[in-house]
T-cell receptor
Framework: AQTVTQSQPEMSVQEAETVTLSCTYD???????LFWYKQPPSRQMILVIR??????QNATENRFSVNFQKAAKSFSLKISDSQLGDTAMYFC??????????FGDGTTLTVKP | GAVVSQHPSWVICKSGTSVKIECRSL??????MFWYRQFPKQSLMLMAT?????????EQGVEKDKFLINHASLTLSTLTVTSAHPEDSSFYICSASFQGTAYEQYFGPGTRLTVT
């Protein structure tokens, strides 16, 4: 089965600290993308960062970066200088060219002041 | 760019009635739209995938006759919950994608359905 596993249901971090969210996936596709989405209390899904599977270089987006290990099928998200607005549920996902994505169960992140 | 809207944002209906939820891509043509259901603090459960002008593809376990999906144009998809029951109460999210978006989905803000 093509799955996404997020092993940390809940995490917390102090404001301004760094936190890493884990994600592993399993797919037989050769061409795919990986995503981290954020769902704040408003429940609007927001794309945080995207990684092309064929690229070795890890994607970065301001305070957000990923550690992509293709052979291990691992795709972790690092949030630096955590802010209160980062409090949300974070979903890891992979997608195909059909646009369909498979989502993990999510990690609830709480940033504490 | 790439904004998706949903209407209504919150709807309350009585058991046995039907309710329609609209999903619109405001500034792009969506070749594919997806409908998800989400329970509190849980992941998104894909219900169906729809392409403009063709029948929706439903995920296993989703009742086609209960959750009617229509993708009549490149900017509009609708989900109709027929003969709604309290167990259909949930948060419904649509998303849209188009060719050239690197497999990315653009999500609507969601619709909270409460069946009394």
């Amino acid at each position: 089965a093509q799955t996404v596993t997020q092993s940390q249901p809940e995490m917390s971090v102090q404001e301004a600290e760094t936190v890493t969210l884990s994600c592993t996936y399993d797919t037989s596709e050769s061409n795919y993308y990986l995503f981290w989405y954020k769902q704040p209390p408003s429940r609007q899904m927001i794309l945080v960062i995207r990684q092309e599977a064929y690229k070795q270089q890890n994607a970065t987006e301001n305070r957000f970066s990923v550690n992509f290990q293709k052979a291990a099928k691992s795709f972790s998200l690092k949030i630096s200088d955590s802010q209160l607005g980062d409090t949300a549920m974070y979903f890891c996902a992979w997608g195909t060219n059909a646009g369909k994505s498979t989502f993990g169960d999510g990690t609830t992140l709480t940033v504490k002041p | 760019g790439a904004v998706v809207s949903q209407h209504p944002s919150w709807v309350i209906c009585k058991s046995g009635t039907s309710v329609k939820i609209e999903c619109r891509s405001l500034d792009f043509q969506a070749t594919t739209m997806f409908w998800y259901r989400q329970f509190p603090k849980q992941s998104l459960m894909l219900m169906a995938t729809s392409n403009e002008g063709s029948k929706a593809t439903y995920e296993q376990g989703v009742e086609k006759d209960k959750f009617l999906i229509n993708h009549a144009s490149l900017t509009l998809s609708t989900l109709t919950v027929t003969s709604a029951h309290p167990e259909d109460s949930s948060f419904y999210i649509c998303s849209a994608s188009f060719q050239g978006t690197a497999y990315e989905q653009y999500f609507g803000p969601g619709t909270r359905l409460t069946v009394t």
